[in-house]
C-alpha cells in the first residue's frame, strides 16, 4: 500500500510492524526474485527444458497506481533477474477483464445469484470492479470488433480493500486490550498477527450481514490476552470490553471472540461507503450510463455483504462474479502474456507536457516575466500541453508532435524537460498538480540561423511506458528517452 502514495522515488523505504526499514525496490525485488526461483526449481524438477529466455513474465499492479509506482515495480522485477523485454507489466481490473472476455464461455454467477454462461459480445459495455486486498480499481471497458478492448472511464478508486476491514478489527481489538498492549502484540508474534488476519479472513468473504442475532466467532492468539494481562494485571478482559464496548456486542472467551452482527457490521462500515459512494458517482457519469454489466473481481469481491451493497447502487445493472473471482487476475494475467495487445485504447490519466517560455501575453502568464538574452520579454516556467487528462489514446498507435525553438539566438541546445499534471490545464510546470518526469537534450551547435531553429517533439504511448522523441526540423538531428517516473 506505500506505493499507494503519490510522491514516491527509488529511495522508498518500507517499514516493518516492529519498526524496522528497508528499501522497497530490495523488498519487492526479493519477493519477484523468490517467486521467479520457484518456478524456475518446479520446472526443472518436472524434468522439463525451458529456458529462461522463453519465458514471458507477467507482473500485475493495480490500475489506479501511480506511474512512478508502476516503474518501481518494472525495476524491482529487472532487479530479481527478469529481462526487460520480457516482461509485461499490466493493469489487474485489464487482466480480469481478459478472463471473462477472452475465454469461449466462463461460468458466471448473475445478478439473481443463478449459474449461466455468459459472454461479452462486440459493442457492448461493462465496469470491471477489482476489490483487493488493498485497493479497490475500477475502470469501464467497450469491446470492440476483433475482441480488443478499448477504456472509456480511467481507472480509479482508493484504498478502501479488504485492509481496510482488517484495519477496523486491528482497532477494536487495541480499544480492547489498550494500544500499549495490542502494539507489543504486533511486534513481538508477527506469526500469530498474520494467523489472525487469515482466520478473518475466510469470515469475510462468507459473511452476508443478514442473519439476526447471530454473532461471528473469530479465534485469536493467546499470545495477545497474554500481553493484554502484562499490560493490565489483576484486570479481567471481560472489564476492558465493559468499559469500552457493549458486553452483549463483544464476548471474549479464552481464545474466542464473538461479536454481535451490529459489531461485525461496522468493520465493514468505512469500506463499505467509500466504495458505493465513489460506484455511485462513477455511474452518473454520461459515458458509463449505457454500462451492461458489473464485474466483481479479487478476493474481497466473494464476500457476500459487498456483493449486496453494489447490487442496491447498481440498479438494474446485471452484477457478474466469475467462480474464484480471487484467481481472475492471475489468470487473466496468463491471457494477457499471450495477448498483451487486448487493450487498444486507454484514457489518459495526467496531462503531459513540456517545460518552456511563451512569449509575455496580458491572459495570464506573467507570472515569471523575464527579458531574454535578446531582449525580449518572456514568461518563464510555461507548461506547454502535449495532451489533456481524460483524452483517449490509442496504445501503441497514438503519437503526439509540438513543435519548439530555441530560448535565444545565440543557444547551441535545447533541454526538453517533461512534465505530468493531475490538472487538465495547468499553466505553470511549478503549480502543485505538477511532477517532472523526464528530461533530454537536443545539440545545436550551429547558430546561423539564430532564433529560427527548433524541434518537433513526439510523445508515443507504448504500452507501459511513454517515449519522448525529438527531431532537428533542419539538420534531422534525432534524439529519444523513455520517461523516467522516479526522477
Not at 248 to 264: A, C, G, I, Y
Not at 296 to 304: F, L, N, T, W
Amino acid at each position: 500500500m506505500d506505493l499507494y502514495k503519490k510522491h514516491i522515488n527509488r529511495d522508498q523505504m518500507l517499514k516493518t510492524s516492529d519498526g524496522k526499514e528497508m528499501s522497497a525496490v530490495t523488498v519487492i525485488s526479493a519477493v519477484i526474485a523468490y517467486l521467479k526461483g520457484h518456478l524456475m526449481d518446479t520446472i526443472k524438477n518436472r524434468a522439463v527444458d525451458v529456458p529462461e529466455s522463453e519465458i514471458r513474465w507477467v507482473v500485475t499492479v493495480p490500475a489506479i497506481w501511480t506511474d512512478p509506482a508502476k516503474q518501481m515495480m518494472r525495476e524491482a522485477a529487472e532487479k530479481a533477474g527478469i529481462v526487460r523485454n520480457q516482461l509485461i507489466l499490466a493493469l489487474e481490473p485489464e487482466t480480469a477483464s481478459m478472463l471473462c472476455k477472452h475465454l469461449p464461455a466462463v461460468h458466471l454467477l448473475s445478478g439473481d445469484r443463478t449459474d449461466k454462461v455468459e459472454t461479452f459480445r462486440s459493442g457492448s459495455k461493462y465496469m470491471v470492479f477489482d476489490a483487493g486486498g488493498g485497493t479497490i480499481d475500477i475502470t469501464v471497458h467497450e469491446v470492440l470488433e476483433g475482441g480488443f478492448l478499448k477504456e472509456i472511464h480511467a481507472a480509479n478508486g482508493g484504498d478502501w480493500g479488504g485492509t481496510k476491514v482488517d484495519e477496523a478489527l486491528e482497532e477494536l481489538l487495541e480499544s480492547i486490550v489498550g494500544k500499549a498492549a495490542f502494539e507489543h502484540f504486533r511486534a513481538n508474534d508477527i506469526p500469530s498477527v498474520i494467523d489472525l488476519h487469515r482466520n478473518f479472513e475466510v469470515k469475510k468473504k462468507t459473511y452476508t450481514g443478514k442473519d439476526v442475532g447471530t454473532k461471528t466467532t473469530l479465534t485469536v492468539p493467546h499470545s495477545l490476552l497474554e500481553s493484554f494481562t502484562a499490560y493490565n494485571p489483576g484486570k479481567p478482559i471481560a472489564d476492558a470490553i465493559e468499559i469500552n464496548h457493549c458486553s452483549t456486542d463483544v464476548e471474549w472467551k479464552r481464545n474466542k471472540v464473538r461479536l454481535s452482527q451490529k459489531k461485525t457490521l461496522s468493520l465493514f462500515e468505512q469500506s463499505l461507503k467509500h466504495i458505493t459512494d465513489h460506484m455511485s458517482d462513477i455511474l452518473s457519469k454520461p459515458e458509463v450510463k449505457d454500462c451492461e454489466a458489473i464485474l466483481m473481481v479479487g478476493g474481497y469481491s466473494e464476500c457476500p455483504l459487498l456483493q449486496d451493497a453494489i447490487r442496491t447502487v447498481a440498479g438494474d445493472i446485471r452484477l457478474i462474479v466469475p467462480s474464484d473471482a480471487s484467481l481472475a487476475v492471475l489468470k487473466g494475467a496468463v491471457i494477457n502474456g499471450h495477448c498483451p495487445d487486448t487493450v487498444s485504447e486507454r484514457i489518459c490519466k495526467y496531462t503531459y507536457g513540456i517545460h518552456t517560455r511563451f512569449s509575455f501575453r496580458k491572459d495570464g502568464y506573467d507570472k515569471y516575466r523575464i527579458v531574454d538574452e535578446d531582449g525580449e520579454i518572456q514568461c518563464e516556467h510555461c507548461f506547454s500541453i502535449l495532451t489533456k487528462k481524460g483524452l483517449p489514446v490509442k496504445i501503441g498507435i497514438s503519437s503526439i508532435t509540438k513543435s519548439f525553438t530555441v530560448g535565444y539566438s545565440g543557444a547551441k541546445y535545447i533541454t526538453f524537460i517533461m512534465y505530468a499534471s493531475t490538472a487538465e490545464n495547468p499553466k505553470y510546470v511549478t503549480d502543485d498538480s505538477c511532477q517532472k518526469i523526464g528530461e533530454m537534450t537536443l545539440q545545436m551547435p550551429d547558430t546561423s540561423l539564430g532564433e529560427y531553429r527548433g524541434a518537433n517533439v513526439t510523445m508515443y504511448f507504448g504500452g507501459s511506458e511513454i517515449e519522448l522523441t525529438a527531431v532537428d526540423i533542419h539538420t534531422g538531428r534525432k534524439i529519444s528517452a523513455c520517461v523516467d517516473f522516479l526522477g
